[in-house]
């Protein structure tokens, strides 16, 4: 081939992929446009597809709004629906005393033979939940007793608001939170019954289903209670006179509610005025009710005026170590020209828990939760539950010569032996001896007795 025939053909090879580079440039472009479409519409049919499955999720939770989730947390059977705005609940508790005693002379010569006897101190059955989110309610009734009182009352029927953080309002027949140990619950106290001092201190204005409006308020560590009350809803409680009017008032401060070492300090008071004639009456049965005999007892048959009940509070919980104790002053003042009255009672009691579980401080009443076992007896397992060992020392003086009032001082020491066999079960042993001295008005002013008990309680 001669050089210009080379040189032709070249040029005719080039021109041919000049013209022939736009026509591929252009196929391929349409082919990655094609691909990128393709992409594009399967990705929209994902997205769609997601949406169809969350809008049938919606929906889904939408027409389950009123279903019902039931749980059985410790046998206690609670109702919930989906949204979490409403809940119910049943609750209950039995606590069966048995007990026996040994009196002195003067005790049998004074009151005759005290009753050894079994008594379901408590039996209470209750319903309680929310409604709305933010209101609670509780409906509970009491159908033990003690001695020779009614067996079937009204414990609690109260309606509380709980929509602002750390604040509880509450308005009906209700406990308000008045000292610390009546702020512990029935199920969670050291001993079988709370000590002297905190009954006589709610007897004026505080104790179970008073007429109430008030409320709690809560921090961290913060801890503060406020009511108005009136007369008591339960079976006797005298309703009929509406006069009755109470201030009651708590605060607490604790230094480490949670964890390690907790100091707990704390005040309760109350004051009560415009009372009807004979609501005023001092008076306890000797730290055990399986017989109805009161020991102390200081009546002002209608000649209180005005009452005050104030004094402090001390406790700390380190592991299974706690200790406490409360000290309360009762001011009586009085009709007319009789001179006014004021009595003191106090006590102080410590537990170790010898199977190493430590105590719960409970912020939001200002009080301690109760012992749960790590090794529950039962279930098959091998646990031997929780045992405690505890000891008590009270004292109340119901005496004031200058107001002429001989009530009696009654000391009283009690030692007790609690095994919690779970979180349902649990047996207290308590060993009581009582001494009482200068009682007005019966035949020898100082006497005494021993006592055993064994309260057997199962909660749910």
């Known amino acids: 081939m001669t050089l210009r025939n080379i040189l032709l053909a070249g040029t005719a090879l080039g021109a041919a992929a ?56 410790d046998g206690r059977p609670v109702f919930k629906t989906a949204d979490g705005n409403f809940t119910f609940g049943i609750t209950g508790r039995a606590h069966l005393d048995v007990g026996a005693y040994d009196q002195d002379t003067n005790s049998e010569a004074n009151f005759g033979a005290l009753r050894g006897n079994a008594n379901f101190r408590r039996a209470r059955l209750g319903f309680n939940g929310t409604f709305a989110k933010d209101f609670g309610y509780n409906i509970e009734f009491n159908f033990g007793d003690s001695g020779t009182e009614s067996n079937a009352r009204i414990y609690e029927v109260a309606l509380t608001y709980k929509g602002i953080e750390g604040v509880n309002l509450v308005l009906g027949a209700t406990k308000p939170k008045m000292t610390l140990d009546d702020s512990t619950s029935s199920n969670d106290i050291t001993f079988i019954e709370r000590a002297t001092a905190v009954n006589l201190a709610l007897t004026p204005a505080a104790g179970e289903a008073r007429m109430t409006a008030g409320g709690t308020f809560n921090t961290d560590n913060f801890f503060s209670a406020a009511y108005y009350t009136m007369g008591s809803a339960a079976a006797g409680g005298g309703l009929d006179d509406y006069d009755s009017s109470n201030i009651v008032g708590r605060l607490a401060y604790a230094t480490s509610p949670k964890e390690g070492l907790n100091v707990h300090i704390g005040a309760s008071g109350s004051h009560s005025f415009n009372l009807p004639a004979d609501t005023i009456r001092f008076r306890d049965r ?113 005496n004031d010569a200058s107001a002429g009032i001989a009530g009696g001082q009654q000391d009283i020491i009690t030692v007790g032996l609690n095994w919690y066999v779970n979180n349902n079960l649990r047996f207290m042993l308590n060993y009581l001896n009582v001494d009482v001295e200068d009682r007005g008005g019966v035949i020898n002013p100082n006497f005494g007795h021993d006592a055993v008990a064994l309260r057997t309680q199962f909660t749910f």
């Open 286 to 398: 000797p730290e055990l009710r399986v017989d109805p005999l009161r020991y102390v007892d200081a009546n002002f048959a209608g000649t209180a005026d005005e009452v005050t009940v104030y004094g402090p509070e001390l406790a700390l919980n380190y592991g299974p170590f706690r200790a406490q104790g409360e000290y309360y002053i009762y001011d009586v003042a009085r009709n007319g020209v009789l001179a006014d009255a004021s009595f003191d009672a106090w006590y102080l009691q410590a537990s170790w828990v010898i199977t190493g579980e430590a105590y719960k401080y409970d912020i939001k009443k200002a009080a301690y939760s109760g012992v749960k076992p790590a090794n529950p007896f039962g279930f098959g397992g091998k646990g031997m539950g929780a045992w405690e060992i505890a000891a008590r020392y009270s004292s109340a003086d119901l």
């Open 18 to 73: 000049i013209l022939s580079g736009p026509a591929f440039a252009a196929t391929s472009t349409q082919a990655e446009l094609n691909a990128l479409k393709a992409q594009i519409e399967a990705l929209q049919k994902k997205i769609d597809d997601v949406e169809i499955q969350h809008g049938n999720q919606i929906k889904s939770l939408e027409e389950r709004k009123s279903d019902v989730e039931v749980s059985l947390k």
